[in-house]
């Protein structure tokens, strides 16, 4: 599976941007999702999940609210909607995709796929 993720940029405080990631492979739509960034000099940190059908969403307590992750099967695409950015939101993020599992979403160490990353600065 090979993930590329777009739709970073410059943004200011309390704008939005919309992440898309797109997926190869015909069996995107058994994979679970995620979305973790990492910010400079910072360690790579958990966003977003969700599971292979969306039926099932995950989020950092800090971003929930803010953030919205959903896919499209058809698409092989999952997307990360960002609202009322702040500069602590300023990182790269990156996707993942992890094989069929139970649980765990929420972890790097589930994960068994992962895009070259997108860079999101929001200016204060």
């Known amino acids: 599976v090979q993930l590329v993720e777009s739709g970073g940029g410059l943004v200011q405080a309390g704008g939005s941007l919309r992440l898309s990631c797109s997926a190869s492979?015909?069996?995107?739509?058994?994979?679970?999702m995620g979305w973790f960034r990492q910010a400079p000099e910072k360690e790579r940190e958990f966003v977003a999940a969700?599971?292979?059908?969306?039926?099932?969403?995950y989020y950092a307590d800090s971003l929930k609210g803010r953030f919205t992750v959903s896919r499209d099967n058809a698409k092989n695409t999952v997307y990360l909607q960002m609202n009322s950015l702040k500069p602590e939101d300023t990182a790269v993020y990156y996707c993942?995709?992890?094989?069929?599992?139970?649980?765990?979403?929420?972890?790097?160490?589930?994960?068994?796929?992962w895009g070259q990353g997108t860079e999101v600065t929001v200016s204060s």
């Open positions: 492979g015909e069996t995107f739509s058994s994979y679970g």
């Open positions: 969700i599971n292979w059908s969306g039926a099932n969403l």
């Open positions: 993942a995709a992890t094989k069929p599992r139970t649980g765990g979403l929420r972890y790097v160490g589930s994960y068994d796929y």
